[in-house]
């Protein structure tokens, strides 16, 4: 198994920048595929695929939503991946979650490891 635990959120005003890490736990960060979720707030609302990277941080992909503004990167000798967020808009205003997936398949009911989640705010 592994933890997960985010953190970086916050409200920022449309056109910044905020960048989002989480950290896991255990010797085993390197077996896991890594992505970025997120989920809008208020009821019926679904969690959806941000970006992804593969075991070695070699491979990437993203919802096309936010490609060309987010970046996301991971340091298996630190245990941590980040998410960069440039150009934020209103409607990236989300919870961001964190996910350890063993398959490369960035579902949300991929079986997998969820952190707690952090907030981000796009507000001005």
């Known amino acids: 198994q592994v933890q997960l635990v985010e953190s970086g959120g916050g409200l920022v005003q449309p056109g910044g920048s905020l960048r989002l890490s989480c950290a896991a736990s255990?010797?085993?960060?390197?077996?896991?595929?890594m992505a970025w979720f997120r989920q809008e707030p208020g009821p019926g609302s679904e969690r959806e695929f941000v970006a992804g990277v593969d075991r070695s941080g070699g491979t990437t992909n993203y919802a096309d939503s936010v490609r060309g503004r987010f970046t996301i990167s991971r340091n298996n000798a630190e245990n941590t991946v980040t998410l960069q967020m440039n150009s934020l808009k209103v409607e990236d205003t989300a919870v961001y979650y964190c996910k350890a997936i063993s398959l490369y398949h960035f579902g949300v009911n991929t079986p997998g490891f969820w952190g707690q989640g952090t907030q981000v705010t796009v507000s001005s």
């Open positions: 255990g010797r085993t960060f390197g077996r896991y595929n």
